[in-house]
Nanobody, 119 residues
Framework: QVQLVESGGGLVQTGGSLRLSCAAS????????MGWYRQAPGKQRELVAT???????NYADFVAGRFSISRDNAKNTMYLQMDSLKPADTAVYYC?????????????WGKGTLVRVSS
């Protein structure tokens, strides 16, 4: 079974930085597009950024150049570098990946990592 595990969340001050990681584990799989989503209390889950296997990226408007998504296909790992953080960025951040196996093409989700930005 393929699993996605996020790490790197924590508490930072306004203007600080964090780098989130998402590692995929398992055997006999290929990862297509990956992405980061976030969900703040009382709000629906929203897209933060996506990245194709070839490295093409897409960002939500609210990122405004502050975040950068990347991936290392050899390590089956995706990253989100977050700079100039502000309280509005406080949310649980989730890793998403389209994973191909011998029997399926499945949209996988990690369990999330909490990012909290203090005023």
């Amino acid at each position: 079974q393929v699993q996605l595990v996020e790490s790197g969340g924590g508490l930072v001050q306004t203007g600080g930085s964090l780098r989130l990681s998402c590692a995929a584990s398992g055997s006999s799989f290929t990862i297509n597009t990956m992405g980061w989503y976030r969900q703040a209390p009382g709000k629906q889950r929203e897209l933060v950024a996506t990245i194709s296997r070839g490295g093409s990226t897409n960002y939500a408007d609210f990122v405004a150049g502050r975040f950068s998504i990347s991936r290392d296909n050899a390590k089956n790992t995706m990253y989100l570098q977050m700079d100039s953080l502000k309280p509005a960025d406080t949310a649980v951040y989730y890793c998403n990946a389209g994973i191909i196996t011998a029997v399926s093409y499945t949209d996988y989700w990690g369990k999330g990592t909490l990012v909290r930005v203090s005023s």
